[in-house]
């Protein structure tokens, strides 16, 4: 049985053959968030294009079951580029390499830093607490529609002549160039959907505390990049109260609480860390820690 590399190689020159060189095929390796490796193919116009990636890891794991034959596969992976050929975006990318032109399309993410260790040592980056602030542009295409995220590495710094401080900068100014953090009330997202429930009630009849937020932003995109604003914090602690409770959901959004007992850590802790095994995909998990806001010191730090 051949081994994965055998195999991606083997698929990559099966799929150039019937391809006949209409469009430029490659293998395609890459880290994803939290250490998550996936090997594919990626389709191209050219080689300068941003196309579509067919992932090989599931198909490897079906070859290596004899759930699907290695012909069948072939088969499959092609339908799937046939399928995908019109979807491959027409990406100017020009102007990517122009720092007057690229740095309104700065903007950070927060990832975990220990999970991440291997990337980091690739891309700019700055440590918060254990977590690491990075950096992604907008992909657009020539109609300067947002099609994706590209993430920055070390050699888009060198190419633009610019320093992580200058990117933190940069992404912090667009961040809030595109509108204010918002507090969204989940008592306000359920009565919405339910407006003749008493949702306060919990079993038994016994009143329950429903007072939690999500903190969001106008993208929609790493939200959670909003707790490393001051002002936002500031905002937060305005509304909630001094020393109130960041719950990390996903690298997408975090769940503010207000101040609790300090009793009560542990048991935050371990709900998110449920909340990370069972219901988050592992390439969008953030921490497993529990955070709490000092307004004397105007820093967020890890309670639990």
Same mark, same amino acid.
């Given at each position: 049985?051949?081994?994965?590399e055998?195999?991606?190689? !083997?698929?990559? %020159?099966? *799929? =150039?053959?019937?391809?006949?060189?209409?469009?430029?095929?490659?293998?395609h390796?890459?880290?994803? !968030?939290?250490?998550v490796? =996936?090997?594919?193919i990626?389709?191209?116009?050219?080689?300068?294009?941003?196309?579509?990636?067919?992932?090989?890891?599931?198909?490897?794991?079906e070859?290596?079951?004899n759930?699907?034959?290695?012909?069948? *596969?072939? @088969?499959?992976?092609?339908?799937?580029?046939?399928?995908?050929k019109?979807?491959?975006?027409?990406?100017?990318?020009?102007?990517?390499?122009?720092?007057?032109?690229?740095?309104?399309d700065?903007y950070?993410?927060?990832? /975990?830093?220990?999970?991440?260790k291997?990337?980091?040592?690739? &891309?700019?980056?700055? &440590?918060?607490?254990?977590?690491?602030?990075?950096?992604?542009?907008?992909?657009?295409?020539h109609?300067?529609? +947002?099609?994706?995220?590209?993430?920055l590495?070390?050699?888009h710094?060198?190419?633009?002549?610019? /320093?992580?401080?200058? $990117?933190?900068?940069?992404?912090? *100014?667009?961040?809030?160039?595109?509108?204010?953090?918002n507090?969204?009330?989940?008592? /306000?997202?359920?009565?919405?959907?339910?407006? /003749?429930? @008493?949702?306060? #009630?919990? #079993?038994?009849?016994?009143?329950? @505390?429903i007072?939690?937020?999500? #903190?969001?932003?106008?993208?929609?995109?790493?939200?959670?990049?909003?707790?490393?604003?001051?002002k936002?914090l500031?905002?937060?602690?305005?509304?909630?109260g001094?020393?109130?409770?960041? $719950?990390?959901?996903s690298?997408?959004?975090t769940? &503010?609480?207000?101040? %609790? @007992?300090?009793?009560?850590?542990?048991?935050?802790?371990?709900?998110?860390r449920?909340? !990370?095994?069972?219901?988050? +995909?592992?390439?969008?998990?953030?921490?497993?820690?529990v955070?709490?806001?000092?307004?004397?010191?105007?820093? $967020?730090?890890?309670?639990?």
């Amino acid at each position: 049985m051949m081994s994965f590399e055998e195999f991606a190689e !083997n698929v990559v %020159k099966e *799929i =150039r053959a019937k391809l006949g060189g209409a469009f430029q095929i490659k293998e395609h390796n890459v880290i994803k !968030n939290n250490n998550v490796k =996936r090997a594919g193919i990626a389709v191209m116009k050219n080689e300068e294009d941003i196309g579509p990636c067919v992932y090989l890891d599931e198909f490897y794991r079906e070859y290596e079951s004899n759930g699907m034959r290695f012909d069948e *596969i072939v @088969d499959e992976v092609y339908r799937l580029i046939m399928k995908h050929k019109e979807e491959i975006p027409d990406v100017d990318i020009s102007g990517f390499r122009d720092w007057e032109t690229a740095h309104g399309d700065i903007y950070m993410k927060l990832i /975990n830093a220990e999970q991440n260790k291997e990337l980091l040592e690739k &891309i700019p980056h700055r &440590i918060f607490m254990d977590l690491a602030v990075v950096y992604y542009a907008v992909a657009r295409d020539h109609e300067q529609e +947002d099609i994706g995220t590209i993430l920055l590495y070390n050699e888009h710094m060198e190419m633009w002549g610019q /320093n992580e401080e200058n $990117l933190y900068q940069t992404a912090m *100014i667009n961040m809030r160039t595109d509108g204010e953090a918002n507090l969204v009330s989940i008592e /306000n997202i359920i009565r919405r959907v339910l407006p /003749n429930e @008493d949702i306060s #009630l919990g #079993l038994g009849g016994h009143r329950r @505390d429903i007072s939690m937020y999500i #903190l969001t932003n106008s993208r929609k995109r790493f939200e959670a990049a909003e707790i490393l604003d001051k002002k936002t914090l500031r905002m937060i602690a305005d509304e909630v109260g001094d020393g109130f409770i960041v $719950l990390p959901s996903s690298v997408h959004e975090t769940i &503010i609480l207000p101040p %609790k @007992d300090e009793k009560e850590y542990g048991m935050l802790k371990g709900m998110v860390r449920e909340v !990370n095994d069972t219901q988050v +995909d592992i390439e969008e998990r953030l921490s497993y820690h529990v955070y709490m806001y000092s307004r004397d010191e105007e820093v $967020l730090k890890i309670v639990a």
